[in-house]
């Protein structure tokens, strides 16, 4: 039976980029049920902005994330949607105060534009009472950022299997046998020293790990080739986002809660058209396709997990990155040797915990 160090099962932004930083020095075997980049991760708009929406403040090690963003796509060759600004309207004036206040705190990373100079600047975006334009952050196209750093993953002894699909592990004192079928149903097991679930809302499908403290949440966005009239456009967030991607404009999201299915709906599309049709009225000019995903979310602390989840310390969990995947993966993915050799240096409030009833 072949050995590994770390067998990784998920190749979304949390697998691939483990996968990049573990197999320098370690034997490492990823597999994924669909294809590298699928999922949540494949569906997903893919800003990594250090700032959150609500009250413009900046997101978990926000400077230390965007430095290992910049690093792991240096190192991959990797390279993001030509720069266009990011911008985010005040949509009240609680939320204009708290703006103008990150502007000052953070004059690193985001800058408070007037309604005039929003208006000079971005006249296709309304923003009657200003808005906060962020001077560090990428839209990038995630599915291919995800392929991109699997192959990198690859040139350094990654060894990936795709399709296939995990069904058991079992752990004993000396390792963990790992069972999974592969794309033609034929069933293989290995051995690894350790094994991290990094599957999304694939964890769902296993009974063991529904109660860890996790939450599915479908979010659907819509695409289209981009208007001639909003091609000039900055990317813009609110209530919900316009991002550029290759040539086209992807709309988003909507939140539902709980949900688990990836059928897109008329409904969603409506919604997500009423979040930005106010701040962008070009967007109703589109012809748009719909798709869906469900990422997975921390109840109560709203950041990842990470961490083992047995006994023996054999088995890890890797998810609940939500909407900052981006930067979440490259920081915790860059650290994530050191958390191997050392579980204590996982900060206390990433590590996994049971859903409370």
């Not at 790992?178 to 964890?203: K, P, Q």
């Not at 316009?242 to 809660?257: K, P, Q, R």
């Not at 088995?315 to 050799?341: E, V």
Request: charged fraction near 20%; charge should be positive.
């Amino acid at each position: 039976m072949p050995k590994y160090d770390v067998v990784i099962a998920g190749a979304g932004l949390a697998g691939t980029t483990a996968a990049f930083h573990l197999s320098k020095g370690s034997r490492v075997l990823l597999i994924e049920a669909s294809g590298v980049g699928g999922g949540a991760t494949g569906v997903g708009a893919g800003i990594a902005s250090p700032i959150l929406a609500r009250k413009g403040n900046p997101t978990y090690e926000a400077r230390s994330a965007l430095d290992d963003l910049d690093k792991l796509m240096a190192a991959v060759g990797f390279r993001a949607e030509p720069q266009r600004p990011l911008i985010r309207p005040a949509l009240d004036k609680r939320q204009l105060r708290y703006y103008e206040r990150s502007a000052v705190e953070n004059p690193d990373l985001v800058e408070w534009l007037s309604t005039a100079e929003s208006l000079a600047r971005y006249p296709g975006v309304s923003a009657p009472l200003g808005s906060l334009r962020l001077k560090r952050g990428h839209v990038i196209n995630m599915r291919n950022f995800a392929i991109r750093v699997a192959a990198a993953a690859a040139e350094r002894g990654c060894e990936i299997v795709a399709p296939a699909q995990l069904e058991s592990w079992e752990e004993s004192a000396d390792d963990i046998a790992v069972r999974f079928s592969n794309a033609g149903n034929c069933r293989e097991a290995v051995r690894a020293t350790r094994l991290i679930l990094a599957m999304g809302v694939g964890y769902h499908t296993f009974e063991s790990l529904r109660e860890l403290n996790l939450h599915p949440v479908k979010g659907q966005l819509i695409r289209a080739t981009c208007p001639a009239a909003l091609c000039d456009l900055p990317n813009v967030t609110g209530p919900g986002y316009l991002a550029h991607d290759s040539g086209d404009i992807v709309l988003g999201s909507t939140f539902e809660h709980g949900v688990v299915d990836t059928k897109p709906s008329g409904n969603a599309t409506r919604e997500i058209l009423s979040k930005m049709l106010p701040l962008v009225t070009g967007v109703r000019d589109a012809d748009y396709s719909a798709s869906a995903g469900v990422r997975v979310t921390v109840p109560g602390t709203r950041l990842p997990m990470l961490g083992p989840i047995s006994a023996g310390g054999r088995t890890w969990i890797y998810t609940g990155l939500g909407s900052k995947g981006l930067l979440m993966s490259a920081y915790l993915s860059a650290r994530l040797p050191t958390y191997l050799a050392d579980p204590e240096e996982i900060p206390v409030r990433m590590r996994p915990h049971l859903a409370t009833k």
